[in-house]
């Protein structure tokens, strides 16, 4: 068993970060501008804004597109991977900075993803930050201010970060709570950029290209999600994402009728009170009759 993990450790390289195609991303605002100026000037980030609002893949894109830009500088060898953590309410420094294995002749150290991002200059990217631990989250702050290192505990090291080092964190300020919000102690080591669904103008653009459906149906469906989304607080806690949008067209695009891909991706997929779905699917029959 050690053996196996072993191998399954020896194949995180960090070539695997890389974004390699472009991804597809349509600016709302001046994301793109304040996210380049923060890295050049190395001040983390945080992306705050309700889910399948496109927060991971503005990250994915700028992370593409600084690479992009070191490429026509003819500086290839700077290359930034993207490193990205889901973060979850079991989620431990262990995971975040690495640990020690066994193996049969002895221990040996493995690098966790915040380590390896740290070392080779990546953008580190914790998503839904406000699920780990409050004691895992307090161990990024002294790589959000102006020490930029990383304490290793265990191994009795402290690593200053690389040049090329971003921290980026994401969270969903519609589910905060008392239990779960972020710290201000943590808040304010960040700049934020809000994140909001698309208008309906660039929503449809979006769900065509994302879904391969044609652009009248992409077009009704960004609708459909204005629309929805002013239930907001009529029973609904949250919007349709552009997500669930997307989904709805590539079933739409396989060849399921509109209003049953709309009630199975959207209706079903948001609320499981009857009222709620009811009102959500009148909306979509008078868009799909």
Request: aromatic letters at 8%; glycine letters at 6%.
């Amino acid at each position: 068993m050690a053996n196996q993990t072993t191998q399954l450790y020896q194949q995180h390289n960090i070539e695997e970060y890389f974004i390699e195609k472009e991804p597809f991303y349509l600016e709302v605002a001046d994301e793109i501008d304040i996210f380049e100026a923060a890295y050049h000037q190395r001040v983390p980030v945080l992306l705050k804004g309700p889910t399948g609002s496109g927060k991971t893949r503005f990250v994915e894109y700028m992370s593409w597109r600084l690479n992009q830009a070191r490429k026509r500088d003819g500086r290839a060898d700077q290359m930034s991977p993207l490193v990205t953590v889901a973060c979850h309410e079991d989620l431990t420094a262990s995971d975040l900075v690495g640990r020690y294995l066994l193996e049969p002749e002895g221990t040996r150290w493995i690098d966790g993803p915040l380590t390896r991002a740290v070392k080779h200059g990546g953008i580190c990217y914790l998503d839904e930050v406000v699920e780990a631990r409050k004691d895992t989250t307090v161990l990024i702050h002294p790589l959000s201010d102006h020490r930029r290192l990383l304490h290793i505990e265990k191994i009795g090291e402290v690593l200053e970060s690389h040049p090329n080092f971003l921290l980026v964190i994401s969270y969903n300020p519609g589910y905060q709570s008392a239990l779960k919000d972020l710290k201000h102690s943590t808040r304010q080591r960040f700049i934020a950029i809000e994140f909001d669904f698309p208008p309906r103008d660039l929503e449809g653009p979006i769900i065509q290209h994302e879904s391969g459906v044609d652009i009248t149906k992409a077009q009704q469906l960004a609708l459909l999600g204005e629309k929805v989304r002013n239930l907001i607080g009529q029973g609904l806690q949250e919007g349709v994402s552009t997500r669930l949008l997307i989904y709805a067209g590539k079933l739409i695009e396989h060849g399921i009728a509109p209003r049953r891909a709309c009630e199975v991706a959207i209706v079903w997929g948001l609320t499981d009170d009857h009222e709620t779905q009811a009102s959500v699917m009148e909306i979509v029959t008078s868009i799909f009759p």
